[in-house]
């Protein structure tokens, strides 16, 4: 490499002096990034990042969002390291910060109208979208009863054919696999065909270009690239619910690529008829083709996805040993939310490799105790009485009655028992919540239900099944 042998990182220099070197050398291979990569992709991408120094191998520079530190790294990463050390500065590594105070006017402006011209020029099928995550692939997702349908139309517009559902809307609430599912179907396409054009973003990016081309009066672009796309995927779609002219150009793009016969895929968190702020023509829209949710993951599902993760901790962790009941007890406690069981999984793994220690049932929930605790917070004592009132056609005023009927006193009971298995309340609060008992009534009504559960197969039903519903 033409290198800089005896050059300024060799010599002494003051640290001013050694700064302002280190910005002329970058002001160098920003002359030579223009002329390899094009003014256009240059001005997308490459003003909009600062350079702010350089130490121990490591290059820091400040970006005005995460999304364009990580492009810029991942597209453009290689290149800038090879001309910085032919510029006489050699770094191994290039991090990007999010700069702390970005006037919200200034800096991260795209145009769209150079985007699409980058797109153009390069001729790749690479769009200005979010990055794909790598492992959110078909092969990586677990199906079970809750998300079978799901990912049966998932599969199917991934594999395109006659039969289309377009467009395909995924609702489901936080952490259920929307996410994953698009991805997934996103590096189908790519896979079966590398020159689709598949754009993939969340709402919000839909928004904020949008309202760039605003800005840059510049909406023919912006409307240009959009309907160049062979599949757009638009991520949590409930976040254009009250945003009027976005939600404007969001059904005008819609129709174009409906017209086009292009797929498009959307999620949200809820149904489109239930997303208040939204406008009525485009609701009917979203429900034009197919709609399937997610449901919340039971009990099976959890089990199985955590099995499933369990084996790819074991390929960075092969010391580590789970002891038996642990991912049963994880899938039992820990909410519908897979993100957090993913976390919960990861973070024992980190853990039992750490300390070089089996991880039994004991340590997991010390491990753990303040993800089960959280997870403990959303049953609450109020949920607890209303489903057992109306699992035994009472009125929540019944339960908390003095009345000692066994009709009654019995669910009560089995309240209590819930409120204590299920919540981290004390006795006297339970006792209190449940119609100003004592602690000793509370004590009682929970042995007395232990009991009953092993004799009585009622007792056992009705308990499994409310603790279920609770649970859920
Ligand atoms: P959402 O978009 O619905 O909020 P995500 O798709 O981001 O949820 O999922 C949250 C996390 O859980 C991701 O890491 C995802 O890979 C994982 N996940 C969700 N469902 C499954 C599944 N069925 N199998 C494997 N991983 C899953
Ligand atoms: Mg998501």
Not at 1 to 12: A, D, I, T
Not at 101 to 111: F, G, L, N, S, Y
Not at 290 to 299: I, K, R, S, W
Request: glycine share 8%; proline share 4%.
């Amino acid at each position: 490499m033409g290198g800089n042998p005896g050059g300024w990182l060799g010599v002494n220099l003051k640290p001013y002096e050694t700064n302002i070197m280190m910005n002329d050398c970058w002001g160098r291979v920003c002359d030579l990034l223009k002329g390899d990569i094009g003014k256009d992709a240059f001005q997308n991408w490459i003003d909009p990042i600062s350079f702010l120094n350089a130490e121990l191998g490591t290059a820091y520079f400040s970006a005005p969002t995460s999304f364009v530190g990580t492009w810029v790294n991942r597209n453009y990463g290689d290149k800038i390291r090879l001309m910085l050390s032919r510029e006489g500065l050699d770094v191994e590594r290039l991090v990007f910060s999010v700069e702390a105070q970005v006037k919200p006017q200034a800096v991260t402006a795209v145009r769209p109208s150079e985007a699409a011209v980058v797109n153009k020029a390069t001729g790749s099928a690479d769009l200005p979208g979010a990055p794909l995550d790598a492992r959110c692939t078909f092969d990586n997702f677990v199906v079970g009863k809750p998300n079978e349908l799901a990912h049966a139309a998932a599969r199917r517009v991934a594999k395109g054919g006659s039969v289309t559902f377009n467009p395909l809307f995924l609702y489901g609430g936080v952490g259920l696999g929307k996410t994953h599912l698009m991805h997934a179907i996103a590096w189908d396409i790519k896979e079966r065909n590398p020159n689709a054009r598949v754009l993939y973003l969340s709402a919000e990016q839909f928004m904020y270009r949008f309202v760039q081309a605003l800005r840059f009066k510049d909406t023919m672009s912006f409307k240009e690239l959009f309907r160049s796309v062979d599949v757009l995927m638009v991520d949590d779609v409930q976040f254009i619910a009250g945003k009027d002219s976005t939600q404007d150009e969001f059904f005008h793009t819609f129709n174009a690529l409906i017209d086009q016969k292009k797929q498009i895929i959307i999620s949200a968190d809820r149904a489109p008829g239930e997303i208040d702020g939204l406008e009525d023509r485009i609701k009917s829209r979203l429900q034009w083709g197919l709609v399937v949710d997610l449901h919340p993951t039971d009990y099976e599902l959890r089990l199985g996805i955590l099995q499933s993760k369990a084996e790819m901790q074991y390929t960075h962790y092969p010391e580590v040993v789970l002891g038996s009941g642990v991912l049963e007890f994880l899938a039992q406690r820990i909410s519908n939310n897979v993100r957090v069981l993913e976390g919960a999984l990861t973070r024992l793994f980190a853990f039992a490799s750490l300390v070089g220690r089996e991880v039994t049932l004991d340590v997991a929930k010390e491990c753990l105790s303040d993800v089960l605790r959280a997870s403990d917070r959303k049953v609450t004592i109020d949920e607890i009485i209303r489903k057992v009132a109306d699992h035994y056609n009472l009125r929540m005023t019944d339960i908390l009655s003095p009345r000692r009927a066994r009709s009654v006193a019995r669910p009560r009971q089995v309240g209590m028992f819930l409120a204590k298995t299920l919540t981290s309340k004390s006795l006297p609060e339970i006792g209190r919540r449940f119609g100003g008992r004592d602690h000793t009534t509370v004590i009682h009504a929970v042995k007395r239900i232990q009991e009953l559960r092993s004799v009585d197969n009622q007792i056992a039903e009705d308990v499994e099944l409310l603790r279920r519903m609770l649970e859920a």
